[in-house]
């Protein structure tokens, strides 16, 4: 069993940057592979970034890619989603995700673990 908390979520003008942070509990983090996905309203959640137990590859959605950047500190049970250059139709909830696997899936249904939601507001 996984919980995930993520932080780090608030208003940013359109430009602007933050870095989301998700701890997750026990002391197996470093066997899950680890995703971001995000949900704006009416849309379907969608993956925006995932990342293998060790880090050694990751994915990022054709959107996106550039501007964020996702990582991970097993010492930590910590990954993060740096997120730049920010723009409106980045508005939506950021959700972190584990995947029971050393190894990502781009597909949600995949992974087995969600945090609540961090909500992510971009002004334009």
């Known amino acids: 069993q996984v919980q995930l908390v993520e932080s780090g979520g608030g208003l940013v003008q359109a430009g602007g940057s933050l870095r989301l942070s998700c701890a997750a509990s026990?002391?197996?983090?470093?066997?899950?592979?680890m995703g971001w996905f995000r949900q704006a309203p009416g849309k379907e959640r969608e993956l925006v970034a995932a990342i293998n137990w060790n880090s050694a590859r990751t994915y990022y959605a054709d959107s996106l890619k550039g501007r964020f950047t996702i990582s991970r500190d097993n010492a930590k049970n910590t990954v993060y989603l740096q997120m730049n250059s920010l723009k409106p139709e980045d508005t939506a909830v950021y959700y972190c995700?584990?995947?029971?696997?050393?190894?990502?899936?781009?597909?949600?249904?995949?992974?087995?673990?969600w945090g609540q939601g961090t909500q992510v507001t971009v002004s334009s």
């Open positions: 995700a584990a995947r029971s696997s050393y190894f990502y899936s781009t597909q949600r249904d995949d992974y087995d673990y």
């Open positions: 026990g002391r197996t983090f470093s066997s899950y592979a």
